[in-house]
């Protein structure tokens, strides 16, 4: 019989350090059976999984629970654990600049304020460079880049939007990634993997989400990966999220393999 509550202890300590023992022992002391929950699945089984190294899958849930904007102690939790599992200052600061387009200024303000805190914590420094790609070219640029997760999405998105307002596509183009997705840090797969993850979690933009499950398999993600990112997210926003996700995958990667 399979022991995940070792399994879990081991991995929950490989990625949390200290801070997931302090979660555990805070929990045993209100419901042991919700500690054990804890371990046994989050990490006894789901984190225990190896398709996803730890960095990315750490990646994923702090752009989950950003985005989210319900769980900040949580979000603490896995920035350390971010941390903890190789990931730098400058990637999560990324992540979190990241999910402004996703979930609002106010979603990253707030997580801005939470990693500055660990950083404050822990004794780890943030570079203060800038990254930014520059005021000239935005939208050529931001359509390049674009053009990586969905070659013809600038197209669709001025067919679509032109007849109402033509500068939403603009916004679009030129902030989410001639901005934001040009500022490097973190490859584009990476940025694929955070912004599944999000939108997942919160469950609220099923076409958007379709949209990235196919611009992540495009970017070099596998199908298997999009489902352990799903998975993951079942952990914290629920089996209705984490299958819809699933459900959403398995659709675009049949569309994609029908239209060659």
Known sequence: MTDYAAIGRKKLQKIDGEAGVRVEETLQGISPDLARYLIEYSFGEIYAREILDNRTKEQAVVAALTAMGTAAPQLRVHIHAALHVGCSPEEIREISIQMCGYAGFPATLNAMGTLMEVLKE???????????????????????????IAPDQERVLRETFDPINPDIT???VEFGYGDIYARGILPIRSRQVATIAALAAKGTAPS???????????AGLSEAEIVEVMLLVSIYAGFPAALNGILA???????????G
Request: proline share 0%; aromatic share 6%; charged share 30%.
């Open 208 to 218: 958007q989400l379709r949209f990235h499950i196919g611009g992540g398999l495009r």
């Open 122 to 148: 822990t004794g780890r420094s943030l570079s203060k460079a800038s990254v930014h790609a520059g005021s000239e070219n935005r939208y050529e640029r931001g359509k390049e880049l674009l053009s990586r």
């Open 249 to 259: 995958t398995r659709e675009v990667v049949i569309a994609l393999q029908k239209n």
């Open 170 to 172: 603009r916004y679009v």
